[in-house]
C-alpha cells in the first residue's frame, strides 16, 4: 500500500515509461515511511518497471515500530468503514422517515378534506331539517 504525495516530470532525470514518476510513501511493513518514485501508471494500463527509492532503507526501530502503526492504520480504516456504514444506514433511515412524513401529511389533509365535506354535510342536512319543521 503507498500514497501518492507529488509527481515529478522526466526532464528532471526521473524516466518511466510514460514520463510521468510519482513519489509514493510505502505503507508495507519492511519498507514503512520510505518514499519512492514509481510510474504514475502504476495501477492502470500497461505496466511500467520504473522504481526507484528516495530514502534510505528503515532502521530496524523503524520496521518494529511499522507493525504497531499498521495495526492501528487498520483499526483507523476499520472504524472509517464503520462510521461510512452508520452514515448510509442513518441517512436511509432519515429518508424513510421523511417518506412516510409526507405520507402522513397527505392523509392529515384528506382527513381534513373529510372533516370538512362531513360538516357541511351536517349543516345542509340541519338546514333541511329546519325547513321540515316550518
Avoid at 532502521?59 to 448510509?88: I, T, Y
Amino acid at each position: 500500500m503507498s500514497s501518492s504525495s507529488g509527481t515529478y516530470s522526466g526532464s528532471n532525470g526521473h524516466m518511466c515509461t510514460y514520463e510521468t514518476c510519482v513519489l509514493r510513501t510505502s505503507l508495507t511493513i519492511d519498507n514503512f515511511g520510505r518514499r519512492f518514485l514509481g510510474c504514475s501508471r502504476y495501477k492502470v494500463g500497461p505496466k511500467c518497471p520504473f522504481f526507484k527509492w528516495i530514502d534510505n532503507p528503515t532502521c530496524v526501530r523503524g520496521n518494529e515500530a511499522a507493525h504497531f502503526v499498521q495495526q492501528k492504520l487498520d483499526l483507523l480504516w476499520s472504524e472509517l468503514q464503520l462510521a461510512h456504514e452508520r452514515e448510509r444506514a442513518a441517512t436511509q433511515a432519515a429518508a424513510e422517515a421523511t417518506q412516510m412524513a409526507e405520507i402522513a401529511q397527505v392523509r392529515v389533509a384528506k382527513a381534513i378534506e373529510r372533516e370538512r365535506k362531513f360538516r357541511a354535510s351536517s349543516v345542509q342536512a340541519k338546514e333541511i331539517a329546519m325547513r321540515a319543521l316550518e
